[in-house]
């Protein structure tokens, strides 16, 4: 309560500082300019439900692609796999005596580079991998989601199936590929090499590659880039060997899709916290009590402006919701910000490349000195409550974690669906002695 009066009497310094204007637009719900009465403030408690978000749209990027299984206490099992499209290399010529092909040795390998993993066995942390050959050429602008099943989109029998023993000292894993899948790049060299001259017609000839991972994996890989060679040896005429190398880049010219199964082993204690887990996974629903706080603070509306009692405009002066911690899990760090997404506008939102209106979406950002997520609702309610009614749409809320792109004034400019693994328990309303809530502060002028 203690954060609660001090709101209050910062809102009570504040109304004597207003000035006068009949300017009815939106900004006027906000900071009314007349002198301000009709002070009213409260509490409101949230509702909350746990749920499951894996329907996240990927991102058209390479970095921070899960790959392999780690399962914790609390979070579960997470299992990652990876589709992945490469880049064309440009006409590749191969050397030729008599018309012949004068190659020593050729190969292929696929070179998967990461920046860290987690693993449940330190002592001998692994991930077995099975690698498939895609069917289908993913569309650059298609979006594609965390659920994405890999295989619709691959062989079912794999070109290669591996065990690679990790260790702290190692940045990427290189594996061979098998020699018919290098004999279909040569004869591909050979009989056609306009195909590897454009990305277009390079996936339509080898769409790309699934990496799925096996029971017998124990770490989850962060991947940063992916790297296929065609590599061969062939001796000049000074008869000296020379090696060839050439490369097919996982970049952004082509997609790459992180699939991503969580089996949830989280059970709240007494239904007094929740799991809140990226990329995708538990997550929570909230409702805002948006109905009783109008009645509350009698507030009606006309379709263009926001009215309290004795037909007074509408100021909300102040209306924060805090999601309260219970605590940091020791395994995975916590995100950085939370968006708040109304229900019935997730997959348009999430589908683009937009910042959050504070209206629909609200970016919600951790504060140390109250240990709990804060989000600022006064946008969202002054215009809400310009209609003439509220309804169940405009109360529910879904929870995601996301990471933003900061400017060098500290602002966000971006916002992408968090990749990396992180979680963080957050109390619920059923807390009595912090519960999730909304304190509003309403004024009419």
Same mark, same amino acid.
């Given at each position: 309560?203690?954060?609660?009066?001090?709101?209050?009497?910062?809102?009570?310094?504040?109304?004597?500082?207003?000035?006068?204007t009949?300017?009815?637009?939106?900004?006027?719900?906000?900071?009314?300019?007349?002198?301000?009465?009709?002070?009213?403030l409260?509490?409101?408690?949230?509702?909350?439900?746990?749920?499951?978000?894996?329907?996240?749209p990927?991102?058209?990027?390479?970095?921070?692609?899960?790959?392999?299984?780690?399962?914790?206490?609390?979070?579960?099992?997470?299992?990652?796999?990876?589709?992945?499209?490469?880049?064309?290399?440009?006409?590749?010529?191969?050397?030729?005596?008599?018309?012949?092909?004068?190659?020593?040795?050729?190969?292929?390998?696929?070179?998967?580079?990461?920046?860290?993993?987690?693993?449940?066995?330190?002592?001998?942390?692994?991930?077995?991998?099975?690698?498939?050959?895609?069917?289908q050429?993913?569309?650059?602008?298609?979006?594609?989601?965390?659920?994405?099943?890999?295989?619709?989109?691959?062989?079912?029998?794999?070109?290669k199936?591996?065990?690679?023993?990790?260790?702290?000292?190692?940045?990427?894993?290189?594996?061979?590929?098998?020699?018919?899948?290098?004999?279909?790049?040569?004869?591909?060299?050979?009989?056609?090499?306009?195909?590897?001259?454009?990305?277009?017609?390079?996936?339509?000839?080898?769409? /790309?590659?699934?990496?799925?991972? =096996? %029971?017998?994996?124990?770490?989850?890989? $962060?991947?940063?880039? !992916?790297? &296929?060679?065609?590599?061969?040896q062939?001796?000049?005429?000074?008869?000296?060997?020379?090696?060839?190398?050439?490369a097919?880049?996982?970049?952004?010219?082509?997609r790459?899709?992180?699939?991503?199964?969580?089996?949830?082993?989280?059970?709240?204690?007494?239904?007094?916290?929740?799991?809140?887990l990226?990329?995708?996974?538990?997550?929570?629903?909230?409702?805002?009590?948006?109905?009783?706080?109008?009645?509350?603070?009698?507030?009606?509306?006309? /379709?263009?402006?926001?009215?309290? =009692? %004795?037909?007074?405009?509408?100021?909300? $002066?102040?209306?924060? !919701?805090? &999601?309260?911690?219970a605590?940091?899990?020791?395994?995975?760090?916590r995100?950085?910000?939370?968006?708040?997404?109304?229900?019935?506008?997730?997959?348009?939102?999430?589908?683009?490349?937009?910042?959050?209106?504070?209206?629909?979406?609200?970016?919600?950002?951790?504060?140390?000195?109250?240990?709990?997520?804060?989000?600022?609702?006064?946008?969202?309610?002054?215009?809400?409550?310009?209609?003439?009614t509220?309804?169940?749409?405009?109360?529910?809320?879904?929870?995601?974690?996301?990471?933003?792109?900061?400017?060098?004034?500290?602002?966000v400019?971006?916002?992408?669906?968090?990749?990396?693994?992180?979680?963080?328990?957050?109390?619920?309303?059923?807390?009595?002695?912090?519960?999730?809530?909304?304190?509003?502060v309403?004024?009419?002028?």
């Amino acid at each position: 309560m203690k954060s609660f009066f001090c709101l209050l009497c910062a809102a009570l310094l504040l109304l004597p500082m207003s000035g006068c204007t009949d300017d009815d637009d939106f900004n006027n719900t906000l900071q009314p300019q007349r002198d301000a009465i009709n002070l009213q403030l409260d509490t409101f408690r949230l509702t909350s439900s746990s749920i499951t978000l894996d329907n996240i749209p990927a991102k058209v990027s390479t970095d921070t692609l899960m790959l392999g299984i780690y399962t914790a206490d609390t979070i579960g099992t997470i299992n990652g796999s990876i589709l992945a499209q490469f880049d064309a290399s440009g006409e590749i010529s191969l050397p030729s005596e008599n018309g012949s092909l004068a190659i020593d040795s050729v190969n292929t390998m696929l070179r998967i580079y990461f920046g860290s993993y987690l693993t449940s066995d330190s002592e001998h942390p692994q991930v077995e991998l099975s690698i498939h050959r895609m069917t289908q050429v993913l569309a650059y602008r298609g979006v594609y989601y965390n659920n994405i099943d890999p295989a619709s989109y691959s062989d079912a029998s794999s070109l290669k199936d591996t065990l690679v023993e990790l260790n702290a000292s190692m940045s990427y894993i290189d594996i061979p590929m098998p020699q018919s899948f290098t004999d279909e790049f040569t004869s591909q060299i050979q009989n056609a090499s306009s195909t590897f001259a454009s990305t277009d017609a390079f996936v339509q000839f080898f769409p /790309g590659l699934c990496l799925k991972t =096996e %029971g017998a994996s124990n770490a989850l890989l $962060s991947v940063s880039s !992916m790297v &296929l060679y065609y590599q061969y040896q062939y001796e000049n005429t000074l008869g000296s060997k020379i090696s060839y190398s050439t490369a097919f880049f996982a970049n952004k010219n082509v997609r790459q899709v992180n699939a991503i199964k969580q089996t949830p082993e989280f059970s709240s204690k007494d239904g007094k916290e929740m799991l809140i887990l990226s990329p995708g996974g538990r997550s929570m629903s909230v409702t805002i009590p948006s109905q009783k706080i109008k009645e509350q603070f009698g507030i009606t509306g006309n /379709g263009t402006t926001a009215l309290v =009692e %004795g037909g007074r405009k509408l100021a909300v $002066s102040s209306a924060l !919701m805090r &999601l309260p911690v219970a605590k940091q899990l020791s395994m995975v760090s916590r995100p950085d910000y939370l968006l708040l997404i109304r229900k019935d506008k997730y997959d348009e939102y999430m589908s683009s490349s937009r910042l959050p209106d504070n209206v629909n979406e609200i970016l919600g950002t951790y504060s140390s000195s109250d240990t709990a997520y804060l989000f600022t609702l006064k946008f969202y309610l002054a215009d809400l409550y310009k209609r003439e009614t509220v309804t169940t749409d405009d109360c529910e809320f879904y929870v995601v974690p996301v990471t933003a792109t900061l400017n060098s004034a500290g602002n966000v400019v971006g916002l992408v669906s968090a990749s990396e693994i992180h979680a963080v328990l957050v109390k619920t309303e059923l807390d009595e002695e912090d519960p999730l809530r909304v304190s509003v502060v309403v004024t009419g002028f």
